[in-house]
């Protein structure tokens, strides 16, 4: 017969390990509790309440967190690129006290899809502004690779990612900029569509695929670059079909695709999916999305079509793409909590026009590591338990 000293010891573990299902803990107290205090007989028990505290935890938690855009507002204005003379437009956060409310955004580089202009992705570029990024969008001319001799077309390439970082420089230090000391020149988000997110993921895979036209060298990724979300994007040698190993090193990539794109096809997104070696990563498939679901129009004018009709919305499209994008690189960049947990947990289940593939990088702080720690502290508590027990009987 247990003794009351024996039973109030199981109280207060049972108690400790159900606080730490929504407050963590650290992992030698968890250890400490599971070891010192509690026998074999209750541990199947504690395991299942304290992993239903964590399921009611997590609802009430998610239940509380905001998703939507951090600023009402967004606004814009051109520049020029003094690096390449690339013409850019600007968009970011307009909250009234802008210069006086101690502000500092990141930069997101949108790389844009081949011969389409920087003006079609003004939505899209405006609502990823307004959760709290400064996007910068190139025109960026060169002349097509399988043609020297041809006029300069729209056509990404990695040497903007250097050229925009160094005008982001100038922008946060030149009196007359809207931007002027507000921009986090240390931290850069890439974005991209087609073309361009494929630019962008031989960027973050740190190689300069000349074969590919994605690359001029030399190029080396740049220590600002922290994650990268891309639309309608894969890295495949399009003669050979390979499709190129992503040694990302832990910079956050995401893949978001139309269900119905036929450009991009949803088998080559999956396929590069699975060659970005290190999480966190995110496939994000966009349900009645087709090649051109991120620009303001269907079939930009200059733009190779789709033959493929969207059948989601426009406007919802664009919406729902922007918010995937900017909540992925908030959640990587920022460690914003309710991000993380859009991204990693709720999204899917939030937005009924996404199904979402996602690996992020484990965190032993959060709820569920606490959690682990506190179940590996009982198995290790059993496993003794048995091991002793085991030899009583030899």
Aim: with cysteine; aromatic share 8%; net charge positive.
């Amino acid at each position: 017969m247990k003794t009351r000293f024996q039973f109030n010891k199981q109280l207060t573990a049972l108690a400790l390990l159900t606080v730490a299902s929504v407050r963590p803990l650290k992992p030698e107290l968890m250890m400490n509790i599971s070891a010192h205090f509690l026998s074999a007989k209750t541990i199947a028990i504690i395991c299942a309440i304290t992993a239903l505290a964590v399921t009611l935890g997590s609802k009430a938690y998610a239940a509380t967190l905001d998703y939507s855009p951090q600023f009402k507002e967004a606004e814009s204005y051109s520049t020029t690129i003094s690096a390449n003379n690339d013409l850019a437009d600007i968009y970011y956060p307009k909250p009234s006290n802008l210069q006086s409310g101690k502000y500092s955004f990141p930069i997101a580089l949108l790389l844009q899809g081949a011969l389409v202009d920087k003006s079609f992705y003004s939505d899209y570029a405006s609502l990823v502004a307004r959760y709290g990024f400064v996007v910068v969008v190139p025109n960026h001319f060169r002349s097509l690779p399988i043609n020297a001799t041809s006029p300069p077309s729209l056509l990404s390439e990695t040497s903007q990612i250097g050229a925009v970082l160094s005008q982001m420089a100038i922008e946060n230090t030149k009196p007359t900029s809207p931007i002027a000391s507000v921009v986090d020149t240390q931290r850069l988000g890439l974005l991209g569509h087609s073309f361009g997110g494929a630019v962008g993921l031989s960027a973050i895979a740190n190689k300069c695929l000349t074969e590919l036209f994605l690359c001029r060298e030399p190029f080396t990724r740049p220590k600002e670059l922290l994650a990268g979300a891309f639309f309608g994007a894969n890295l495949r040698n399009p003669i050979t079909n390979e499709f190129v190993p992503i040694a990302n090193d832990g910079i956050a990539v995401a893949l978001i695709q139309g269900d119905i794109d036929g450009v991009a096809l949803r088998d080559r997104a999956q396929s590069t999916f699975d060659r970005i070696q290190t999480p966190p990563k995110a496939l994000i498939s966009v349900k009645g999305a087709n090649h051109f679901g991120i620009t303001d129009v269907n079939h930009p004018a200059g733009a190779n079509p789709d033959r493929n009709t969207p059948t989601l919305d426009r406007a919802v499209g664009i919406e729902t793409i922007a918010r995937w994008s900017a909540l992925f690189l908030r959640a990587n960049m920022l460690e914003d909590p309710a991000a993380y947990d859009y991204i990693y947990s709720q999204g899917d289940t939030l937005d009924p026009n996404v199904s979402v593939t996602s690996v992020a990088v484990p965190e032993p702080s959060s709820l569920a590591g606490a959690v682990m720690f506190g179940i590996l502290g009982l198995g290790y508590r059993w496993r003794k338990w048995k091991v002793g027990n085991n030899a009583t009987k030899i």
